[in-house]
């Protein structure tokens, strides 16, 4: 069950993201109380029509309080679509600081929050939770204050006419309250499980679309699709349950209320025999209840949206109470040390989560200011896991890893990340021009770089083809380029603005060897001073290097040259055995 303290602190934690609609955020309540108030005055006027204008046949006095109710029904309309505008406007507003600042958070964490909370699930919270808050806020401006006010109201003016029969309010008032409560205790725990299975839900269809040539190649979607039907039916069940259960707010609320119109019928109409009431005044205490009725009806529409709100704020809640394990608050611009290597790893350990086996342990090498390093090993070696330290995905957890002779933790991101252009395994690229996309580094880029770059690259040459060369339009994914012209793209993107570090992670696994050799050849000759590193499992790529690191099992097995590595590194030999030549091997013998 739900505490009411836990629940308002989830609520007024989003609620700080109405802080620039405090007007519309007032006078959507305060109309909506001001149409309450002509609302409550319609039986006081009704009873008048009665036990005035219709006991005494007064025609004019009966059109006159017609008018009057007809009059209370305008200006209560104008109330309720004034309160209308004004909430509608506060909660798109609220919907939109509250998606802005969640994206900037989400964007704040490092991989391994991202990892630990999953991308789907966060994909979730940014719409459908947000949107179910900004809703629930919405209802909550408008019903909050009107449907307490209506029946409290009612409440008041009953007591106006009779204390007696007002007892009856009083005894259904702790009824209903109990059993909104109730159900709002039931239902918080369904509505948490159906975000929960929205978030698997998600999960599959981002795996299904993204796989969806693996799958149809191994004509696998009956499978899927069965799998996708067992999640949506479980969804669909809670769906149901959640909704039965809300459901039964109306009938309980219908029964109990009718309940007390019959008794104030009943013992209403002993009053009106003995002339202690009159029969306006007890049609007037029955309008009353019926608008406690249908305020309370509202009331369940509110707590039922309340609910929903309430669970998808504490989702949210818990996204914004991650904190990033990568922070730069504090730090100031950094001067590289002259006399220090480019990039320096100092007795490193690295492990994903805290407790797991270490990915990495006791990395230790220097890599100089213009030196190409080559880095190659088994799969999971930890190859990619190690060059991910130099900009800062990662913290170690062990050691220090140095860039320019300052420890990464000192730099701000920005300027440390300035420094660096990055490849990485999979080829990303945006939607948009090839402009675009080759100024994420260097939003001020001139075409005469990005072609520099292109160039560098070994992808001028497809990209002049294109009928619209720089403003050609990619795809999503670059879905409309073959595999090695998107890695060429995002080789001469991360060349864009001369990084002083570049970061190739196994980025030419879909070039042919040619086309291979050409683009290492370019980078050596065209990179004057620029550090680079390149992970593979060709020692092709990597073979003229300057300095090549063996990696196995998250250890260094060996530093050094081709024929140095060959002849004592055994994990090294192997490798170069089982992709070269009996031919080429016998080279690395000499």
């Given amino acids: 069950m739900i505490n009411a303290d836990v629940w308002a602190l989830y609520m007024l934690k989003l609620f700080r993201y109405l802080k620039n609609y405090k007007k519309e955020s007032i006078i959507g309540p305060l109309f909506k109380l001001i149409e309450a108030c002509f609302e409550l005055a319609v039986p006081i006027v009704m ?11 007064d025609k004019p006095y009966i059109y006159r309080m017609g008018a009057v109710l007809v009059l209370l029904g305008f200006l209560g309309l104008a109330c309720s679509l004034t309160a209308q505008f004004f909430a509608a406007k506060a909660s798109l507003g609220f919907g939109t600081a509250l998606r802005t600042d969640l994206f900037k958070h989400i964007n704040s964490l490092s991989y391994a929050e991202i990892d630990s909370v999953g991308s ?93 040539r693996v799958i149809r190649a191994f004509s696998r979607q009956p499978d899927e699709e069965k799998s996708f039907a067992e999640n949506t039916e479980e969804l669909k069940r809670q769906q149901i349950i959640a909704g039965r259960i809300s459901a039964l707010m109306n009938p309980l609320t219908y029964v109990i209320v009718n309940f007390a119109i019959m008794a104030i019928i009943w ?36 707590v039922t949206n309340i609910t929903k709100m309430q669970a998808s704020a504490s989702r949210i809640n818990d996204v914004f109470d991650i904190k990033t394990s990568i922070s730069d608050e504090g730090n100031t611009d950094v001067s590289n040390v002259e006399s220090a290597p480019c990039v320096e790893f100092r007795n490193c350990a690295f492990s994903y989560h805290s407790g ?115 403003d050609e339009v990619i795809l999503q994914e670059g879905k409309n380029l073959s595999g090695g012209q998107r890695q060429r793209l995002t080789i001469a993107r991360a060349l864009v603005g001369d990084p002083e570090i570049l970061i190739l992670d196994d980025s030419a696994s879909a070039l042919d060897l040619a086309t291979d050799a050409r683009l290492r050849k370019a980078i050596a000759e065209k990179t004057d001073g620029m550090t680079v590193f390149i992970v593979s499992q060709r020692i092709s790529s990597i073979k003229n290097a300057d300095k090549i ?42």
């Fill in 47 to 57: 009873a008048d029509i009665i036990d005035i204008g219709i006991k005494n046949s």
């Fill in 120 to 212: 789907h699930t966060l994909v979730t919270r940014m719409t459908a939770d947000i949107n179910t808050a900004q809703q629930g806020v919405n209802i909550l401006l408008r019903l909050f204050l009107r449907s307490p006010f209506i029946v409290i109201g009612s409440v008041i003016m009953a007591f106006t006419i009779t204390v007696k029969l007002t007892l009856i309010f009083l005894i259904i008032a702790p009824c209903l309250a109990y059993v909104i409560y109730k159900i709002m205790n039931i239902t918080i725990p369904q509505y948490k499980g159906i975000q929960k299975r929205l978030d698997k839900t998600n999960l599959m269809t981002s795996e299904a679309l993204t796989g969806a």
């Fill in 267 to 302: 013992f209403g109409g002993q009053n009106v025999y003995t002339g202690f009431l009159s029969q306006g005044e007890v049609i007037a205490l029955i309008n009353y209840m019926n608008q406690i009725l249908l305020a309370l009806l509202a009331m369940a529409i509110l």
């Fill in 356 to 470: 797991e086996e270490k990915a990495l342990e006791g990395i230790s090498f220097t890599a100089a200011r213009g030196e190409t390093v080559g880095i190659i090993g088994g799969t999971g070696s930890g190859k990619t896991s190690m060059i991910n330290l130099i900009p800062r995905f990662y913290d170690v957890s062990q050691g220090e890893v140095l860039v320019d002779g300052v420890n990464v933790k000192s730099y701000p991101l920005k300027q440390l990340r300035g420094k660096i252009g990055l490849v990485p395994q999979k080829a990303v690229l945006f939607k948009g021009t090839v402009r675009d996309n080759m100024k994420w580094r260097d939003k001020n880029a001139e075409d005469e770089q990005i072609w520099n770059a292109l160039d560098i690259a070994q992808a001028k040459d497809f990209v002049e083809q294109k009928p619209d060369k720089l």
């Fill in 549 to 590: 690191i063996v990696l196995d099992d998250g250890k260094i097995a060996g530093i050094g040259s081709n024929r140095e590595l060959y002849r004592n590194c055994a994990v090294y030999k192997e490798i170069c055995l089982s992709q070269l030549s009996e031919k080429e091997a016998a080279e690395n013998e000499k």
